[in-house]
Structures are given as structure tokens and as C-alpha cells.
């Protein structure tokens, strides 16, 4: 799982990115190297995810430790770590740190890696958004939760 998810993580990265920028393998003028790394990947459990989302038990209980914690109960989760250089001088022009888990809803409860799947989206799609306001645009699409 841990190969496919850091595979997964790099195509999401790089189809969003494809929208604005060139893909190199190599330095060189004007060129941004991104190193990121996927420092937790945990499934959720499908069955227990599904049953705190339908029974009112189970919903109050995963809603108090939502309040606590940021999360749900039974819900998959995923953290990056990510910074952008200068290819060429190896300055450093950006580093993030983000955590994400999953939101209690019926979508993609049977799939277990759907929410560490969706923060990959989340997490490309705001990496987009800022480069573009970094370029100065006004056309920047904010990503959606």
C-alpha cells in the first residue's frame, strides 16, 4: 500500500500541476524543485465508519471526539511534508506541514484509503492554488474542502 499511495500522491501532485507548469527532470533557470513526503497514511475502517455515520450512537461519539481531536472516529487520515527550492541555488522558497483526516459522510466509506486519497486532492489542488497566487494571478481557484 505505502508504494502505491506515494505513487498515487506524486501522479495527483503532478496532474495538477500540469495545468501551469512543465514537468523536468533536470536544473536550471526558472525551475522549482518540490520534494515532498507522505509522513502518515492510515485507512479507515470501512464497516466501523460506516456504522458511527448511520447510528446515532455512533454519530454523537465520533462528533465529541471530532471536537477533541479534528477527526471522527474509524476515519483514515494522511500527513505530508513538502517544500519548494530553487533547482538551481537550492534556496528554499516555501515548506509546508499539513495533517488531514477524514469528514464523517456515507461518500467513499467503503473504499479504506478514500480519505487519505481525497487530502492528495485537497493537498494538490492547494498547492496550485498558491503557486498561483505566488505567480500574482487573479484567477487562482481556491480548493474546495
Known sequence: DRTRLASLLLGTLQNAL???YRIVREAGP????LSVALTEAEASHTVL?????VLPTGYLISGTKSLATGTGT???SASVEAKITDAE???LLAAAVDRRGGAKSLSGVTSE???VEESFQYWAQTLRY????????HSCVHPTE
Open 18 to 20: 500540469l495545468a501551469d
Open 89 to 91: 541555488l537550492g534556496t
Open 30 to 33: 526558472h525551475v522549482m524543485r
Open 130 to 137: 498558491r503557486l498561483c497566487q505566488w505567480r500574482g494571478e
Open 49 to 53: 465508519d460506516t456504522l458511527s455515520s
Open 74 to 76: 474509524f476515519v483514515g
Open 113 to 115: 484509503w478514500n480519505d
